[in-house]
C-alpha cells in the first residue's frame, strides 16, 4: 500500500534534488566565486541600473555639447560669409551712388548750360535767359 504522505516527500524529494543540481552546476561553473557574484549583482542591481543610467546621461550630454558646438562652429562660419557678402554689397552700392552722382552731376551742367544759351546769334549783347530776370531787377 501506498502511504497519502508518499506525494509530499516526492515533491520535496525532487525539489531537494533540483536545488542539488543547481548547487552542483553552480559549483562547477564558478564554486564560491559564482555564489559571491550572484548575490553581489542581486544586491547591486539598482545601483548597477542608476550608474549604467548616469553614464548613458553623461554620454548623450557630451554628444549634445559636440552637436552644439559644431553647429555654433557652422554659424560663426556662416556669419563670417554673409559678413564678407555685405561687405561685397556695400562696396557695389557706393559704384553705383557714384555713378549716379557723377550722372546728375553732367546733367546739372547740361542744364545749367542750357539756361545759359542766348538764341540770338546777330546781336552782340546777348543775354542768356538766365540772366534776365537779374537783369530787370537791377533796373528797378
Request: glycine share 2%; proline share 2%.
Amino acid at each position: 500500500m501506498k502511504s497519502p504522505y508518499s506525494d509530499g516527500i516526492d515533491i520535496i524529494h525532487t525539489k531537494f534534488m533540483e536545488l542539488n543540481d543547481w548547487l552542483t552546476i553552480l559549483g562547477a561553473l564558478g564554486g564560491l566565486e559564482a555564489i559571491k557574484w550572484i548575490v553581489n549583482f542581486y544586491v547591486n542591481r539598482k545601483t548597477d541600473a542608476r550608474k549604467e543610467d548616469a553614464a548613458a546621461d553623461a554620454a548623450e550630454n557630451e554628444n549634445e555639447r559636440n552637436q552644439v558646438a559644431w553647429l555654433e562652429e557652422r554659424i560663426a562660419q556662416r556669419d563670417a560669409k554673409i559678413d564678407a557678402i555685405y561687405v561685397e554689397l556695400r562696396e557695389e552700392q557706393s559704384a553705383h551712388l557714384e555713378d549716379i552722382h557723377k550722372r546728375y552731376v553732367a546733367e546739372l551742367q547740361l542744364k545749367e548750360a542750357e539756361l545759359s544759351r542766348c538764341d540770338l546769334w546777330e546781336c552782340l549783347k546777348r543775354i542768356p535767359p538766365k540772366f534776365k530776370n537779374k537783369i530787370k531787377e537791377e533796373q528797378l
